[in-house]
């Protein structure tokens, strides 16, 4: 598994989607002028989303989890203003409430907690993984942004989409930054939760149904470097009322657990 060349020659493309134009801790985030499907892709809103809550903390403060609601669908083509409240500075711990605005109505809420790293313990259980890298097969999925990263699925998947698990890195070099490379993590963990959230006995078609997240969190555990592949795996908690509840975990080649996620979407026939 050779990893991409990691040097920036120029911003990358997840550095683009976070050069806003900012006032005070108002920001200004320019978004695509269209994109795959009706909606702005979660991932993308999501890291923008978190990377406004960090331009407020102190650098050496970095993402230790996020929690958010897509409250509405966004739009292509309009930029989004991202409103932070700082809730809470602490020596350890930075607390930030982010309120993204489109056409004056709130798209999405989110509450982010960042951590100063401290000294401690670094275990985790061993897990037997749910794909080999060997036994993947690449694919180039047609759902949102998902040309920004090769992709090895399990083999037999022939759906729009990459349904997990699967091995995932980015195709172009990305910055040495933290809280950017956080971002990108934010971003890819969108793929794959909603197609795995669907009720039992549902076919992965986009033309079945309607179905859309609700809401999605991110545990960040460990450096994360998009050049490397990872394996992401999301597993079925439960299906009720017209909602699907799952739970991801974003491994290293090496087996380290780098972030865990949850995420609720629905599911309507």
């Given at each position: 598994?050779?990893?991409?060349?990691?040097?920036?020659?120029?911003?990358?493309?997840?550095?683009?989607?976070?050069?806003?134009?900012?006032?005070?801790?108002?920001?200004?985030?320019?978004?695509?002028?269209?994109?795959?499907?009706?909606?702005?892709?979660?991932?993308?809103?999501?890291?923008?989303?978190?990377?406004?809550?960090?331009?407020?903390?102190?650098?050496?403060?970095?993402?230790?989890?996020?929690?958010?609601?897509?409250?509405?669908?966004?739009?292509?083509?309009?930029?989004?203003?991202?409103?932070?409240?700082?809730?809470?500075?602490?020596?350890?711990?930075?607390?930030?409430r982010v309120t993204a605005v489109q056409h004056g109505k709130v798209i999405l809420e989110m509450i982010a907690s960042?951590?100063?790293?401290?000294?401690?313990?670094?275990?985790?259980?061993p897990v037997v993984p749910a794909l080999e890298f060997d036994d993947a097969v690449p694919k180039k999925p047609t759902m949102g942004f998902a040309d920004r990263f090769d992709m090895r699925v399990t083999p037999g998947d022939d759906s729009d989409f990459a349904v997990p698990p699967f091995w995932i890195r980015t195709r172009d070099p990305i910055e040495d930054d933290a809280l950017v490379r956080a971002c990108a993590l934010t971003f890819l963990s969108d793929f794959g939760p909603v197609p795995v959230a669907r009720p039992p006995g549902v076919p992965l078609d986009p033309h079945v149904g309607y179905a859309a997240s609700l809401d999605h969190a991110v545990w960040f555990h460990r450096a994360f470097d998009p050049h490397q592949w990872h394996r992401y795996e999301v597993r079925s908690l439960t299906n009720s009322d017209a909602r699907g509840l799952v739970a991801g975990s974003l491994y290293s080649a090496s087996g380290a657990l780098i972030a865990s996620t949850t995420q609720e979407a629905l599911w309507r026939f």
């Open positions: 598994m050779t990893p991409v060349n990691s040097g920036c020659d120029r911003p990358s493309w997840i550095a683009r989607l976070l050069d806003f134009e900012r006032r005070g801790d108002v920001f200004v985030a320019p978004n695509p002028p269209r994109g795959p499907g009706n909606r702005l892709f979660g991932g993308l809103i999501a890291a923008q989303a978190l990377a406004a809550a960090g331009a407020t903390v102190e650098p050496d403060k970095l993402p230790q989890s996020l929690h958010l609601y897509f409250v509405r669908g966004g739009e292509y083509g309009v930029d989004v203003e991202l409103r932070v409240e700082r809730t809470r500075d602490g020596r350890s711990f930075d607390t930030r960042f951590h100063r790293a401290e000294v401690a313990a670094d275990w985790q259980p």
